[in-house]
Nanobody, 120 residues
C-alpha cells in the first residue's frame, strides 16, 4: 500500500495550487489531507469519503480549499485557492478504511508529504 503526494511548490499569496495523492495497493474508504508547519503539530485540512463523496474541512480551509477524488484513478486532490503565507507547510495525504476523520491518529496510511510555500 502506497500513497504518493505531489503538486507542492512555491506560490505567491493569493495564488493557487493543486495537490494530488495517488493511492496504490488498496482503495481507502476515506482520504484526507493534513499539514504540518515548522514547529507545529500536524493538523487536519480536509477529508472525503469514497462512497458518498461526503467532505469535511478545517475552518482554515473552508471557502478556499476544495477536496475531491477520482475513484477510477484512486486519487484525491486538494485545490487550494487564495493561498496565504500561513498555509505554508508540508502537506500529507492519508487514508483510512472508515468515514473521514479530522483526527491524525485515525489514519493508518500516510504519503510522504509535499512542501507548499506561500510567499507574502
Amino acid at each position: 500500500v502506497q500513497l504518493q503526494a505531489f503538486g507542492g511548490g512555491l506560490v505567491q499569496a493569493g495564488g493557487s495550487l493543486r495537490l494530488s495523492c495517488a493511492a496504490s495497493g488498496r482503495t481507502f474508504y476515506a482520504m484526507g489531507w493534513f499539514r504540518q508547519a515548522p514547529g507545529k503539530e500536524r493538523e487536519f485540512v480536509a477529508g472525503i469519503n469514497h462512497r458518498d463523496g461526503h467532505t469535511d474541512y478545517a475552518d482554515s480551509a473552508k471557502g478556499r480549499f476544495t477536496i475531491f477524488r477520482d475513484n477510477a484513478k484512486n486519487t484525491v486532490y486538494l485545490q487550494m485557492n487564495s493561498l496565504k503565507p500561513e498555509d505554508t507547510a508540508v502537506y500529507y495525504c492519508a487514508g483510512r478504511p472508515y468515514y473521514t476523520s479530522s483526527q491524525t491518529r485515525q489514519y493508518g496510511y500516510w504519503g510522504q508529504g509535499t512542501l507548499v510555500t506561500v510567499s507574502s
